[in-house]
């Protein structure tokens, strides 16, 4: 048989707006920075919005409030990710407050400090390995099994682009997001087909906090774009991912190109 054309139907290279409308999304460390931006551009999208915080109440009562302005249900939790429980019953909680199961989850809270091998205590590592890593692992899990054989998702993980390369400033954090990198190829052939694991590999978009002078480390001119990644932008790759229903395992980096000047 010979064939000599193949006929599909038209596709889009962008999402019209709104193609994620009556969506659940539950968001971690979303009151303020790079989550209320993520957390932001879903609600634009018709995503109701589980907003996860810990200590950033306040910030998380205005961030939710400018979330509903776009018509979206919203509802906040606390919980302290670096507790396994909490971290895993936080899943079940959005499914319960929502009366529906989380579709989208995106593991943006993170623990961020330097410290070196040498005087990196079994504690720190700990503490690290739990919020970076294992919390993200429960909470996909726990998805997967709200969502059932037939429902389908998908998880964005937030990592470090200058953690997914050797570093002795950081040595606790950028094991627990190297870490997370392998979490991400490994969950994506764990949990598929229903549900797509990508995840953001991030430049200097925001100075730490508390600030400990790393971004004032970073040079524009050693940047192949010279130039630095905008939160917004951020929030437009994540749309990106979640649109293209052929990405999974992947890592998109948002940089300007930093990695390659390495």
Same mark, same amino acid.
Request: aromatic letters at 6%; hydrophobic letters at 40%; charged letters at 25%.
């Given at each position: 048989?010979?064939?000599?054309?193949?006929?599909?139907?038209?596709?889009?290279?962008?999402?019209?707006?709104?193609?994620?409308?009556?969506?659940?999304?539950?968001?971690?460390?979303?009151?303020?920075?790079?989550?209320?931006?993520?957390?932001?551009?879903?609600?634009?999208?018709?995503?109701?919005?589980?907003?996860?915080?810990?200590?950033?109440?306040?910030?998380?009562? !205005?961030?939710?409030?400018?979330?509903?302005?776009?018509?979206?249900?919203?509802?906040?939790?606390?919980?302290?990710?670096?507790?396994?429980?909490? =971290?895993?019953?936080?899943?079940?909680?959005? =499914?319960?407050?929502?009366?529906?199961?989380?579709?989208?989850?995106?593991?943006?809270?993170?623990?961020?400090?330097?410290?070196?091998?040498?005087?990196?205590?079994?504690?720190?590592?700990?503490?690290?390995?739990?919020?970076?890593?294992?919390?993200?692992?429960?909470?996909?899990?726990?998805? =997967?099994?709200?969502?059932?054989?037939?429902?389908?998702?998908?998880?964005?993980?937030?990592?470090?682009?200058?953690?997914?390369?050797?570093?002795?400033?950081?040595?606790?954090?950028?094991?627990?997001?190297?870490?997370?990198?392998?979490?991400?190829?490994?969950?994506?052939?764990?949990?598929?087909?229903?549900?797509?694991?990508?995840?953001?590999?991030?430049?200097?978009?925001?100075?730490?906090?508390?600030?400990?002078?790393?971004?004032?480390?970073?040079?524009?001119?050693?940047?192949?774009?010279?130039?630095?990644?905008?939160?917004?932008?951020?929030?437009?790759? !994540?749309?990106?991912?979640?649109?293209?229903?052929?990405?999974?395992?992947?890592?998109?980096?948002?940089?300007?190109?930093?990695?390659?000047?390495?």
């Amino acid at each position: 048989m010979t064939v000599d054309r193949i006929v599909e139907k038209p596709s889009r290279t962008l999402p019209e707006r709104g193609f994620l409308n009556g969506r659940l999304a539950l968001v971690t460390g979303a009151a303020r920075r790079i989550g209320r931006q993520l957390a932001l551009a879903l609600a634009e999208q018709g995503v109701d919005i589980v907003l996860h915080h810990n200590e950033s109440e306040f910030e998380a009562t !205005m961030t939710a409030d400018e979330l509903r302005g776009h018509g979206v249900r919203v509802e906040l939790v606390r919980a302290h990710l670096g507790d396994s429980f909490r =971290a895993e019953d936080l899943v079940y909680r959005a =499914a319960d407050i929502m009366d529906r199961p989380v579709d989208i989850l995106v593991n943006n809270a993170a623990m961020y400090y330097p410290g070196t091998a040498q005087d990196t205590s079994v504690r720190t590592w700990t503490e690290f390995q739990n919020v970076n890593l294992r919390a993200p692992w429960l909470m996909a899990r726990t998805m =997967a099994e709200t969502l059932g054989p037939d429902g389908t998702g998908d998880v964005i993980n937030l990592n470090d682009a200058a953690a997914l390369r050797p570093r002795a400033d950081h040595f606790a954090y950028t094991m627990s997001k190297w870490a997370l990198h392998g979490l991400t190829k490994n969950l994506a052939v764990a949990l598929a087909p229903n549900i797509r694991v990508n995840e953001l590999a991030l430049g200097s978009v925001l100075p730490p906090e508390p600030s400990t002078g790393d971004y004032e480390h970073v040079v524009r001119e050693d940047i192949p774009l010279e130039r630095f990644p905008k939160p917004e932008e951020v929030a437009s790759a !994540m749309l990106y991912l979640l649109a293209n229903a052929s990405l999974t395992g992947q890592t998109l980096y948002l940089d300007g190109g930093e990695n390659l000047a390495q």
